[in-house]
């Protein structure tokens, strides 16, 4: 079993739609887990850290699921300018930045 | 306040070549981390450099090397290259080796030929 999984989409969805991505991973030691956003041939950049109580930015809500060993990102009011893959990390325990990258969701906003 | 920057952009090598890829972490961080993303994939941890040292590293073999410099400067070096190791090479700075959050450099896409 890979260490993080994601399903690599794409998902192609309309603009001001609700879209929501799974991430798991297989590490239950696991600390701390992320979303990154990545646009095509750019480098990745932090989109949000995943708190244990869930937390919002905006039209973005990312949870934590310890139990089931799986985060989620939902993306409401979806814009064009979300397109984009998006990528959850997760760090395990121990503090040493040895994070694992999943392969990544494709999600691509249509008119 | 520069973000972190890499050079060279892009690079062709042949194989059995060496390449030193160089990042230069954001302004105020001392940590660099080393990544490599194949197309479709995302990136593989390579290795991570805290006071001049590696402190950690990803299953990656010897072949890949690198180096932090006292101005934590780092460079990765790869040698006997390999048709496999064309990729986007990602360099990540973080402030403190406890600190999760990570800013990425724009990456070096090296093509080995």
């Known amino acids: 079993r890979k260490e993080v999984e994601q399903d690599p989409g794409p998902f192609n969805v309309p603009e001001g739609a609700t879209v929501a991505f799974n991430c798991t991973y297989s590490?239950?030691?696991?600390?701390?887990f992320f979303w990154y956003r990545q646009d095509c041939r750019k480098e990745p950049k932090l989109l949000m850290s995943?708190?244990?109580s869930g937390n919002e930015d905006g039209r973005f809500t990312a949870q934590l699921n310890r139990a089931s060993q799986y985060i989620s990102l939902l993306i409401r009011d979806s814009k064009l300018s979300d397109s984009a893959t998006y990528l959850c990390?997760?760090?395990?325990?121990?503090?040493?930045?040895?994070?694992?990258f999943g392969t990544g969701t494709k999600l691509q906003v249509i008119p | 306040d520069a973000g972190v920057t890499q050079s060279p952009t892009h690079l062709i090598k042949t194989r059995g070549q060496q390449v030193t890829l160089r990042c230069s972490p954001k302004s105020g961080h001392d940590t660099v981390s080393w990544y490599q993303q194949a197309l479709g994939q995302g990136p593989q941890f390579i290795f991570q450099y805290y006071e001049e040292e590696e402190r950690q590293r990803g299953n990656f073999p010897d072949r890949f090397s690198g180096h932090q410099f006292p101005n934590y400067s780092s460079e990765l070096n790869v040698n006997a290259l390999l048709l496999g190791d064309s990729a986007l090479y990602l360099c990540?700075?973080?402030?403190?080796?406890?600190?999760?959050?990570?800013?990425f450099g724009p990456g070096t896409r090296l093509t080995v030929l």
């Open positions: 995943v708190y244990s």
């Open positions: 990540a700075s973080s402030s403190g080796w406890r600190n999760n959050e990570q800013f």
């Open positions: 990390v997760v760090n395990p325990a121990g503090g040493y930045q040895k994070v694992t």
């Open positions: 590490n239950s030691a696991s600390q701390s």
